[in-house]
């Protein structure tokens, strides 16, 4: 890289000094606002320096430097661990029941069917709806139907970690009120 | 003010990230297995055919002769509908013209030098594209898995508050599950942002043919090419009467004297020797994510304007980014070893995931050595299996059944290990000694 990357050189440090006062902050007895806050800023730093350098590019090149650098802070505390033997967690997910407990098919396959298959279909209405929204909003078509592109993807995902921690009748309701959400844009011509 | 979920919260994100890492779990980790490997795909492409031949550049009257070559090797055939011409760039310095029907190498010269032969290559991407299903089904469920893979990131923060107070705990000589979980949940947090631009771009590339078929139905009368077209451009009316070899030469000197500075890695043909061709040179600006802007040539090689890739609509410029943003092909070697590592970083988060949850169960005295036996034939099997098949491509050549001995050995490795596991279990059983994970 010649001078002229100079800029992306200073967001590539300033993301890596980022994760080193991290480093310093987390491992303090006591939380440390000022020591947070200036980790954070210093990797908020480098995203502008790397994106008035290069824009997106330069973004991803300087997200790539300050993970690595993590990877070494990490790699550091791996090898320099100590022997112990902490409790190990416990926790229940509840994915399959317990021995002696009803398996719960239907609810289980009830679950599986509302995030699954009628959730695409939901984020599938939602991309839509996106789309005639942008179009109607004057986005201009490449926009408008990159957006739908994107929606459906993490419209779903969300939609799907937010089904997967509601009870069934608040699932239904949350399908519901997409469906309700897009039906203007997709029971009238508007944005087409 | 902080901002730490309820304990209600936190058991439903952990119930949810177990449910989507369960539903996901080994297709997700062929995905990433895959992934990573393929970071090198040009690599390995060079690797598969080493005496083909290199060059730093080719000269555009040799790409014009090796075009003329290779559309009149294929004359009486079925017309191919394109023509590709790789140019030599840094990662894959070859000319390759690819039609619908053969892909062969060109000298620097531009003269036929031999066919391509990058079978395994292929076969990996498409074990990473599609897990070698068909078409739109194959894709969409890697889509899939993408939009999982982004949802396992939200409901993994969700589900541990500490995860970023802990991203420096590294507790790798703890046993009894501590040190694994570290592991998972240290990798996790420290690739997030690469996790997130892979899933995301992952999932909206998986998804976009069925989105992109929703959206033609919906607002298209089912024309899917008009979805594109505000995006990529469109392309002309084809007109089937005979026409003359397109001027490529003449086009890709109009783009050495107007743009020096761009490097043009394809030429595409459309519906070549017509009346209704076209050409399109695919050049990539420097320090930019897209995978270059399309400028487009008539078939007597003078420049017609842009698609707008570069400098259009900002949807535009995120969907030509998306593709080498996932890939990890903007910023040469180095970039490429980044995306490598953390490549495997996701792969070792996606095998420990359920190692975590079979381990907490087997603490609460389930112990299910079958199922563990079953992972293991994954974790294990697939990398070895993938090993075989590059084996077999340097021992067998470019037309060993990859597929066929990869899925054969993965699914042997899974009923070995299931076996294997049964019988132990049933051995420690009789003895009475606890078996161990």
């Known amino acids: 890289m010649g001078s002229g990357a100079l800029p992306l050189w200073i967001a590539g440090l300033l993301g890596a000094g980022g994760v080193g006062v991290l480093r310093h902050a987390w491992s ?5 606002p000022g020591w947070n806050a200036a980790g954070w800023l210093a990797i908020a730093a480098a995203v502008v320096v790397a994106w008035g350098h290069s824009g997106a590019w330069g973004v991803s090149v300087a997200a790539l430097v300050t993970t690595t650098a993590a990877f070494v802070a990490l790699g550091v505390a791996g090898a320099t ?21 009803p398996r719960h098919l239907a609810r289980r396959l009830g679950t599986f069917a509302i995030v699954m298959p009628l959730g695409f279909a939901v984020a599938l209405l939602l991309g839509l709806a996106t789309r005639g929204l942008g179009m109607a909003l004057g986005w201009g078509e490449a926009n408008a139907n990159v957006a739908a592109l994107f929606v459906v993807p993490l419209g779903w995902a969300v939609l799907a970690t937010v ?3 509601q009870t069934r009748r608040m699932q239904l309701l949350t399908m519901a009120g997409c469906a309700i959400l897009c039906a203007p844009l997709m029971l009238t011509g508007w944005g087409s | 003010m902080k901002l730490v979920p309820s304990a209600a919260t936190v058991k439903n994100a952990l119930s949810a990230h177990a449910a989507i890492g369960l539903l996901a779990g080994a297709l997700l980790y062929l995905v990433c297995l895959s992934g990573t490997v393929l970071v090198f795909y040009e690599e390995w492409q060079r690797a598969e055919q080493v005496d083909a031949p290199e060059m730093t550049a080719i000269d555009a009257q040799a790409v014009q002769r090796g075009v003329a070559a290779v559309l009149e090797s294929e004359r009486g055939k079925p017309p191919t509908t394109h023509l590709y011409v790789h140019l030599p760039v840094p990662e894959l310095p070859r000319a390759t013209i690819t039609t619908d029907t053969q892909a062969v190498h060109l000298d620097a010269a531009g003269r036929i030098a031999a066919p ?5 290559s292929e076969f990996l991407y498409g074990l990473h ?3 070698h299903l068909p078409g739109v089904v194959g894709i969409t469920i890697v889509g899939i898995l993408g939009m999982l893979m982004f949802a396992l990131s939200i409901t993994g923060l969700l589900a541990h508050p500490r995860i970023f107070r802990d991203a420096f705990r590294l507790r790798t000589r703890h046993g009894g599950g501590v040190g694994l979980a570290d592991w998972h949940n240290r990798l996790s947090v420290w690739t997030l942002p690469f996790g997130l631009a892979i899933a995301i771009t992952g999932a909206a590339i998986g998804l976009a043919s069925v989105t992109a078929y929703a959206l033609a139905s919906r607002y298209y ?7 594109y077209a505000p995006i990529f451009g469109g392309e002309a009316k084809p007109d089937t009467a005979p026409g003359p070899v397109p001027a490529v030469a003449t086009a890709l000197d109009y783009m050495a004297r107007n743009h020096p500075d761009i490097a043009i890695t394809y030429v595409t043909l459309h519906d070549p020797m017509t009346a209704g061709q076209h050409i399109q040179i695919v050049a990539s600006p420097p320090r930019r994510l897209i995978f270059g802007e399309y400028y487009a040539f008539d078939a007597a090689g003078r420049f017609h304007g842009t698609a707008g890739l570069s400098d259009g609509a900002i949807g535009q410029q995120m969907a030509a980014s998306n593709y080498n943003l996932h890939f990890g092909n903007y910023g040469g070697l180095p970039v490429k070893i980044a995306y490598c590592l953390f490549g495997l970083a996701l792969t070792v988060v996606s095998a420990t995931g359920v190692y975590i949850w079979l381990g907490k169960r087997r603490r609460r005295g389930v112990y299910e050595p079958r199922l563990l036996g079953a992972w293991h034939g994954v974790i294990w099997g697939a990398p070895a299996a993938l090993a075989v098949t590059l084996v077999a491509r340097f021992a067998f050549g470019n037309a060993a059944p990859f597929t066929a001995i990869f899925w054969g050995l993965l699914v042997l490795a899974i009923v070995g290990a299931v076996l294997v596991a049964g019988r132990r279990a049933a051995a420690e059983a009789s003895i009475g000694a606890p078996a161990t994970i």
């Open chain 2, 116 to 120: 391509e032969e990058n079978k395994w």
């Open chain 2, 221 to 227: 009368g089912n024309d899917l090419e008009a979805v």
């Open chain 1, 28 to 32: 303090l007895p006591q939380r440390s």
């Open chain 2, 129 to 131: 594209y599609t897990l």
């Open chain 1, 81 to 101: 661990a100590p022997r112990g033997r902490a409790a190990s967690s416990n926790r229940r997910a509840g994915m399959l029941p317990q021995p002696g407990e």
């Open chain 1, 163 to 165: 089904l997967l921690m």
